[in-house]
Every structure is written in structure tokens, then in C-alpha cells.
């Protein structure tokens, strides 16, 4: 009883407000959880972009990566406040499609970040890093950086999870197709026949999983020379791994992120690159689109040839190679997040 | 004093030529194997531990049947493996410990943060981290023993009461591992290398053998080991035999949180880094080799050396089936094959003592 009174209390108390400032816009920010740096950054990059075009931001997270429910009573208590935009990090990206139609249907425009929806037109728009095209970067470098040598790697494969999310598939496939390996089907990895390929092997995407993955790598093949890691973290496990074999100085990592850890251990010799993607930008961008929609109904156009509003991929290096943009490391520090 | 002796003595005497002798006489080869096995808990893991390394051996010769090989398991393995004795003493009491790997990874980032976040000396740090872990399990001891309530439960808040904790408090950052080698080495020590004609060890995985051992030989030898196995076989009736009940649940929580400590500052030395996201999983794997290890989930029954082996089972299989290529799902898929076979031997094993 004395919950359903708080729970009216808190709808009058959103609804009152949203009243209060019916001509301000007012924006929703999900996120998948609260405390992951990445999602810490965007919610910066969302607040300061919020405060500069006078929007009201609420913040709302999950409570842990894969929380869906709570994202769907976020969209409700969106909806509930009267919204005009919802910026979106879906968890559960096929499921929560039916409260972003409830939440078009009221009148709120819902923009995807960083992972499109499935379908990916269930949003209004999309703003992400192009993860197929973060791995090409890293691949390219990767064979750049071996030159003749390419031919003969050995490469170990460290992977998010066994389910393959779509992610996880874009960098992997992407680092294949830019270091000059047949990918075949582009909607899995492990179906590709190339002789250079080590094996592959999941992480969790942290440090725990890529120390695991690559000791079992490399008591599969030791003469792996050549290592793809889905995030920084696990890249860190599996210099952890190689470094306890002395093999540490001769192995060519690369990664995707841009984490500020992550960067720094480029500067340290443990991760060769990385491609940094850019939370802050996909923030500020999407609360731009709020802002625009409210102001004249135009919606953003994604990136020409792309289903998305592509934000930005940049290879981080300080061993630049001839034919790939690379920026360096110190640049790379001053954009990085976490 | 003496006559107290020669009274047990007539007992004992007594039993054994009087019918209690029926059960293992004359009944055949199994009843004798059942007998066997029910007198040793940890054989069954054990043999198992030794049929998959023979197996996977003969399948993949010298590359898993290596000094290298073997001792990447038991590398693979010793975080979960400290986890599991904590696990083992409290499931032994009829408890169970959901809370374990939370604990394990705020110790670590207790440890972590303390040295970095506020300049404490690393060693100290690291004693402020197992003392942390202890905390914690004091913590659920007082709510098991004094509120009387389910363990289940108990840890099922502090679980998500501790994770959140280790998120807020560390903001989710990482420190890396070079930041530790150049300013508090200590922090890794756990994952100091030693080698022996190819074998490698790492302070940890002495760490996680010797404890098992000690802890083996504490249950076994001391009165405190007794009086675990008797609050977990019957609470009750301890309490009626004199045995301090609270007592003995606070001091298994209490110790299981300090393993946990332990198993943190193991968890520094195997990634070089502390890491919020790590031992995510910590809980249900030390749930897994415990009950593979054929310690009764009911309390009071089974061998800590049995956690050990489940452990190294489970580190066995997901190596061997990896060096096999097989996907990542095998596994899973195998080890929950062990949970319900090791089950439902539990059960079979029960039947004897009827």
C-alpha cells in the first residue's frame, strides 16, 4: 500500500515537472549500466551538450550489462514524463523494440548509441561506431606492420562471448577483411579456412577472460605471433599470458576501444594499436538530434552507404604504417574516456 | 579419565563384533566399492581427475600430457580453487555462499585502491584487503547465526550488496598492471613464477595447495574441524552436544571471507591488474567444483581435497576440449554433465549409510 503511494507521489512528481517546463525539451539518456567508464562518458558528453542547449536530461541505467527490464521501465517512465527524445544504449536490442514504438507512438523521437536496435529502423536514428571498419583499421596495420612476414602469421583470435553478439562479429571480421583474410559469411566468425588462423577463443571482454583465452591459444599453437583482442582489457590478460612465457616482446597486439588505459598501454609497449571510438561524440550528437527534432521535426541522416550515423573511428598508434591514417598516441590520450 | 577410555573401548569392541559388521561383509564387489566410497568422499573426484587427464592425454599426447601443460591448469584454476575452499567449509555447515566472488574481486580493489587512491604502503594495503574480505564474511555470519536467516538468502543480498560496493567504489576503473610492477609490486606477488624441469607454479597455486591441505587436515584433526561437520550435519543436535553453534558458523564465515581476501590478492597476481569485471563468475564455479568435488550441498558430508579436484576437473576439461578445437559450448556442456552425474553419485553413495 505504502509502495503504491510513493510509486503515485514519484508519477505526480515527474508529471508536475514535465508540466512546469512544457516549452523546455526535455531529453531521456539510458544507458546499460552506471559504471562503466564508456557509458560514464557519454552521460558527460550528453549532460554537457544538454546544459549548453538549455535541454532538461534524465539519466537512467540498468543495473548490470544485459538488464533489460529496468530499461524498459526507464522508456515507461520516459514516456510518463513527456520526453521529447530518448537516447538509447539497448541491452536486450530485439526485445526493447516494443517500448521504443510505445514510446514513438507518445510522441518522443528515440535515437539507438553505440549498438543499433534490431531491426536497426526501429529507431529514428542510430549513432555508432562503424565496428567493422574499427577492426579493418587494426588489421591493415596489423599486415602493414608485418609487411612479407603477413604471410606467414600465426593469429590468435580473443572474442567477447560464445553467443557471437553483433559487435563482437564486426571487429573480429573486420580485422580479417583488413589484414587480407577471406571472411566468407561476414555474419559469423570460424567458418574462414585461412591456414593462418590460430584458433579463436572468448574473453568476457576483460582481463581474467583474455589471460585464459590466451594461454589456451597458445597451448594449442605457441607460435602464434600475431594476436586480435575484442577490447583493451583483454588484450592487458593476454600480454599477462604471453609475458609470463617470455613471449611478451615478439607478439603484435591490437585492439579496439580507445579506453584511456588502453591508450596508455600503447605508450607501454603492451598493445601495438587500438581503434579509439568516441562516446562523448555519439552523446553530444544525439542530444543534438533531440534538440533539432524538437525545434523543426528534421531527423538526422545517417552516414551516406551506412544504416547508422557513423561517429568516428581513429587508429591509435605511435608505429604509423604507409596507407593506413593513424593518429598518435599523445592525441589519442587527449580523446580517450574511462 | 581412564574409566571414561575403557568405556568407549567396550563400545568400540562392542561394535565390531556385534551386526553392525553386516553392512560391508558378504554382500559383493559393489557393496565393497560402495563402502569404499562413502568412506573417502574424495575418491570419486579424485579417479575422475585422473580418468579425464589419462583420456585427454592419450587424445592429445604430449602437447597436454606436458609439465606445461598440467601446470597451466592448475594456473587456470587456483582463483577458483581458493574460492572453493571458502565455498567448501561453508557449504559443510549447510550453508552456501553466493557472495564469494564479490567478495574476491572488492578485496583485490580493495587492495588496489587503498595503495593507489591514498598512498597507503602496498604491504599494509594488502593486509587492509584481507581484512576487508574478513569483514565481509563476518558480515554474513552475523546474519546466518544471529538473525537466523537462510544463507540462500543472506547471500543473495550481500552478493549485489558487495558488487554494487566494488563498482561504486572503484568507478569501474582499471589499474593497470605496469602502474603496479613500478609502485607497488607486493600486489602481484601471488603471481611470482617458479620453475621446475618445465613445470611452472606461481605462488598462488602453492597457496591454494597448501591451504587445501591445511584445511584438510584442521577438519579432520581438530576439534573445530569436528564441530563444522556436526553444525552442518544437524545443527540441533550439536547445540544439545555442547558444541557453540554461532560460534562455529561466525568463525567458518569469518575465515571463508579471509580466503576470499586471499583469493583476490591471487587474483592481482594472475592479471597483473586489478580489474572491477573480474571473478564475475567466481560464485557459481565454486559452487560447481564443490559439488563435483562430492561435497553434500546438504552439509555435513565430503572432503575439502574433493573441491580441489572438482576444481581441477573443471580446468582439465575446458583445456583439454579447447587444445581438441571442440567450441567454447562443449564445456559448459560437459561440466553440467559432471554436476548431475556427481549428484546423483552423492546420492547413490547416501544409500549406504541407511
Not at chain 2, 564474511?137 to 558487495?162: D, R
Amino acid at each position: 500500500m505504502r509502495y503504491t503511494t510513493a510509486l503515485t507521489a514519484v508519477a505526480l512528481a515527474v508529471s508536475g515537472s514535465a508540466a512546469m517546463a512544457q516549452d523546455q525539451t526535455t531529453a531521456c539518456l539510458i544507458t546499460k549500466t552506471d559504471t562503466n567508464p564508456f557509458f560514464v562518458k557519454m552521460r558527460e558528453g550528453a549532460q554537457q551538450k544538454a546544459d549548453e542547449l538549455g535541454i532538461e536530461l534524465m539519466n537512467f541505467a540498468g543495473q548490470y550489462d544485459g538488464d533489460h527490464e529496468t530499461q524498459a521501465q526507464a522508456i515507461e517512465t520516459c514516456i510518463a514524463a513527456g520526453a521529447d527524445g530518448i537516447l538509447l544504449l539497448a541491452s536486450d536490442t530485439s526485445s526493447i523494440v516494443s517500448s521504443v514504438e510505445q514510446a514513438q507512438e507518445a510522441g518522443a523521437i528515440v535515437i539507438a548509441l553505440d549498438t543499433p536496435l534490431s531491426p536497426a529502423d526501429a529507431a529514428d536514428a542510430t549513432f555508432a561506431t562503424d565496428n567493422f571498419r574499427a577492426g579493418e583499421l587494426i588489421g591493415q596495420w596489423a599486415a602493414g606492420k608485418l609487411g612479407d612476414e603477413a604471410e606467414n602469421a600465426r593469429i590468435a583470435f580473443l572474442d567477447l562471448n560464445v553467443s557471437q553478439p553483433t559487435v563482437g562479429v564486426l571487429r573480429d571480421q573486420g580485422f580479417m577483411q583488413g589484414f587480407g583474410i577471406d571472411i566468407k559469411d561476414p555474419a559469423r566468425y570460424g567458418d574462414e579456412d585461412d591456414p593462418r588462423i590460430v584458433g579463436h577463443d572468448v574473453t568476457q571482454g576483460n582481463e581474467e577472460g583474455g589471460r585464459r583465452a590466451m594461454e589456451n591459444l597458445l597451448a594449442q599453437d605457441p607460435s602464434i605471433n600475431v594476436v586480435y583482442t575484442i577490447n583493451e582489457p583483454a588484450a592487458a590478460g593476454a600480454y599477462e599470458a604471453l609475458d609470463a612465457l617470455g613471449r611478451a616482446e615478439d607478439v603484435l597486439i591490437v585492439s579496439v576501444d580507445g579506453g584511456c588505459p588502453g591508450v596508455q598501454n600503447i605508450r607501454d609497449g603492451v598493445i601495438g594499436a587500438t581503434a579509439q571510438q568516441y562516446p562523448l561524440d555519439m552523446a553530444a550528437l544525439g542530444i543534438e538530434a533531440i534538440h533539432q527534432y524538437a525545434q523543426d521535426g528534421t531527423l538526422p541522416q545517417p552516414t551516406e552507404g551506412k544504416e547508422f550515423f557513423d561517429t568516428g573511428v581513429e587508429l591509435v598508434t605511435d608505429e604509423p604504417v604507409e596507407g593506413v591514417a593513424s593518429i598518435s598516441v599523445d592525441e589519442g590520450l587527449e580523446r580517450c574516456w574511462g | 579419565m581412564s574409566q571414561d577410555d575403557s568405556y568407549e573401548d567396550v563400545v568400540k569392541t562392542r561394535r565390531e563384533e556385534s551386526f553392525a559388521a553386516f553392512e560391508s561383509r558378504g554382500k559383493g564387489l559393489l557393496h565393497k566399492v560402495h563402502d569404499l566410497l562413502h568412506g573417502n568422499p574424495a575418491l570419486v573426484p579424485l579417479i575422475v581427475l585422473l580418468a579425464s587427464i589419462v583420456v585427454f592425454g592419450l587424445l592429445l599426447g604430449s602437447r597436454f600430457f606436458s609439465p606445461f601443460a598440467l601446470t597451466l591448469i592448475l594456473q587456470q584454476v587456483q582463483i577458483v580453487g581458493i574460492v572453493a575452499a571458502a565455498q567448501s567449509l561453508i557449504i559443510l555447515t549447510a550453508g552456501i555462499d553466493l557472495s564469494v566472488g564479490a567478495i574476491t574481486v572488492i578485496s583485490s580493489v580493495v587492495m588496489g585502491q587503498f595503495a593507489f587512491r591514498y598512498g597507503i604502503p602496498p604491504s599494509i594495503a594488502v593486509v587492509c584487503g584481507l581484512a576487508f574480505g574478513t569483514l565481509c564474511g563476518a558480515l554474513n555470519g552475523l546474519l546466518v547465526s544471529k538473525m537466523k536467516l537462510p544463507p540462500f538468502i543472506v547471500t543473495l543480498g550481500t552478493w549485489q550488496v558487495i558488487l554494487a560496493s566494488n563498482y561504486l567504489y572503484s568507478r569501474n576503473e582499471t589499474i593497470r598492471s605496469q602502474d603496479i610492477e613500478a609502485s607497488a609490486p607486493i600486489l602481484q606477488f601471488m603471481g611470482t613464477r617458479f620453475e621446475i624441469a618445465g613445470a611452472v607454479f606461481t605462488f598462488g597455486v602453492v597457496f591454494m595447495i597448501l591451504l587445501m591441505l591445511v584445511l584438510a587436515w584442521a577438519l579432520k584433526n581438530t576439534a573445530w574441524g569436528r564441530h563444522v561437520y556436526a553444525v552442518g550435519d544437524d545443527a540441533e543436535a550439536a547445540a544439545l552436544s555442547g558444541v557453540n553453534v554461532h560460534r562455529t558458523l561466525m568463525s567458518v564465515y569469518m575465515l571463508g571471507g579471509l580466503i576470499c581476501g586471499f583469493a583476490g590478492w591471487a587474483l592481482i597476481g594472475r592479471l597483473g591488474s586489478v580489474s572491477p569485471t573480474s571473478a564475475y563468475e567466481a560464485n557459481i564455479e565454486s559452487i560447481t567444483a564443490v559439488v563435483i568435488g562430492g561435497i553434500s550441498l546438504f552439509g555435513g558430508r565430503g572432503s575439502i581435497l574433493g573441491a580441489l579436484f572438482g576444481a581441477l576437473i573443471v580446468g582439465v576439461f575446458s583445456l583439454g576440449l579447447r587444445l581438441l578445437g571442440a567450441d567454447a559450448q562443449w564445456t559448459y556442456f560437459f561440466i553440467g554433465v559432471l554436476i548431475i552425474v556427481a549428484v546423483a553419485v552423492d546420492q547413490w553413495i547416501r544409500k549406504v549409510s541407511a
